[in-house]
Structures are given as C-alpha cells and as structure tokens.
C-alpha cells in the first residue's frame, strides 16, 4: 500500500481548481492548465482521491 504523504500547495491548488470547474477534467486537461508533468499530477491526484477530497469517474477519466 503506498503512503499518501503531506499536502501540499498544488495538492491545494488542484482542489480548488477541480472545485471551480464547471465540467469534471481530464489527467491530460489538468496537466495543461496546471503546467504540471502528467505522472507527477497523477500522484497528485491519487493522493486527493484517497483522501476523499475529489472524486474520479473511473470510466470516463475525469475528476471533480
């Protein structure tokens, strides 16, 4: 089992941008507009999703 680590500020900022969007996103759409490296924004994301802070939509790959 892996460890979910601290959070951290673009744990914080991911949030709050998942919060504002209208539309669940996509791993790919985030990765843009955050300008953050798609594997590191996944560990972001597992990471949240965990924790029960956003969800995911495992058939369409989407989180909100």
Known sequence: KRSM???TRQHITLEHLLARCEQ???????SVTLD???????????TLTGRG??????ASGRFR
């Not at 669940?24 to 985030?30: F, G, V």
């Open 5 to 7: 680590g601290p959070v």
């Open 24 to 30: 669940p996103q996509t791993l790919a759409e985030l």
């Open 36 to 46: 953050i490296p798609k594997s590191t924004l996944h560990a972001l994301l597992w």
């Open 53 to 58: 802070w956003i969800e995911s939509d495992e």
